[in-house]
């Protein structure tokens, strides 16, 4: 697994909580990309893009629900995906077929 530190723009009303070091893992078998988590009150961290089997951490991100998003290709095939997750120290949240993603082509 490769493990890459991004820098995260949240706003001052993101959820509370002591920051959290998190990490999200592509379990999917095609890459990611445009991968974000938006707080409900506030603006989305930076984008980054996830080959397949490869994980970010995201460190110092706030404990709260945050929607994920982000896109998936194949092919010629196009889709945004989102759903809600659930920050907490320490968590991985992992992209994978059955994760419960809601996706628009």
């Known amino acids: 697994m490769i493990h890459v530190a991004m820098p995260l723009m949240l706003a001052a009303n993101a959820p509370g909580g ?4 998190v ?3 592509n379990a999917m078998a095609l890459d990611l ?7 409900a009150s506030g603006p989305w ?4 893009s996830l080959r397949r089997g490869e994980c970010a951490r995201l460190p110092g991100l706030r404990p709260g629900i945050y929607t994920l998003r982000f896109t998936e ?3 010629a095939n196009v889709a945004m995906c989102w ?8 968590a991985v ?3 994978a077929p059955d994760d419960g993603a809601t996706c628009a082509l």
């Open 23 to 25: 990490s999200i893992c």
């Open 33 to 39: 990309s445009a991968v974000t988590l938006e707080a």
């Open 45 to 48: 961290s930076a984008p980054l």
């Open 73 to 75: 290709r194949s092919g």
């Open 93 to 95: 949240i992992r992209v």
């Open 18 to 21: 002591p920051p959290a070091d």
């Open 83 to 90: 759903r809600k997750v659930s920050v907490a120290p320490g």
